[in-house]
């Protein structure tokens, strides 16, 4: 029996186009969640939309992170895919895993430092390609 044969009867079968279309309902339901949460603080605090933005961001995190500490983002992600992990949700629910990982360690060397081997990487990345960039733009006046 030629082994490409068995290979191809073990191989795990994958459906791309439900797991886009997960990704893309799930993505597209939080947007919208995000969307009304902008929409709701514009009209109840009569806030701008730079300040509305900023609550609607922290408020979907403040959300993650419960659901993370409740064990349901993670069963919500399995069904969901990237449509979850893509938004600011999916980071917020990586730096409540790390610090849930590292409680019982304490709260500096524990939570602190286990959250920021996640966002201590995202965090050099950004700034210093925010700086590399902001200085191309301020030579090439782009």
């Known amino acids: 029996m030629d082994i490409n044969k068995i290979v191809k009867e073990h191989t795990v079968k994958k459906a791309s186009v439900k797991n886009c279309v997960s990704a893309f309902i ?3 339901l ?3 969640f995000g969307q009304f949460l902008l929409e ?3 009209s109840l605090f009569d806030l701008s939309e730079a300040n509305s933005v900023a609550l609607m961001v922290i408020s979907i995190i403040f959300i993650t992170a419960i ?3 409740l064990c349901l983002y993670d069963k ?9 992990f893509i938004p600011i949700s999916g980071f917020a629910n990586a730096l409540t895993s790390c610090a849930l990982e590292g409680k019982s360690e304490g709260l500096i060397f524990g939570i602190g430092s286990n959250m920021f081997k996640l966002a201590g ?9 925010a700086y590399l960039l902001g200085i191309v733009r301020y030579f090439f006046n782009i």
């Open 121 to 129: 990487s995202v965090l050099t990345y950004g700034i210093s390609t």
């Open 30 to 32: 939080i947007g919208a």
């Open 67 to 69: 659901l993370t500490g």
């Open 40 to 42: 709701f603080y514009q």
């Open 76 to 84: 919500m992600a399995q069904k969901c895919g990237a449509g979850v």
């Open 26 to 28: 799930s993505g597209g």
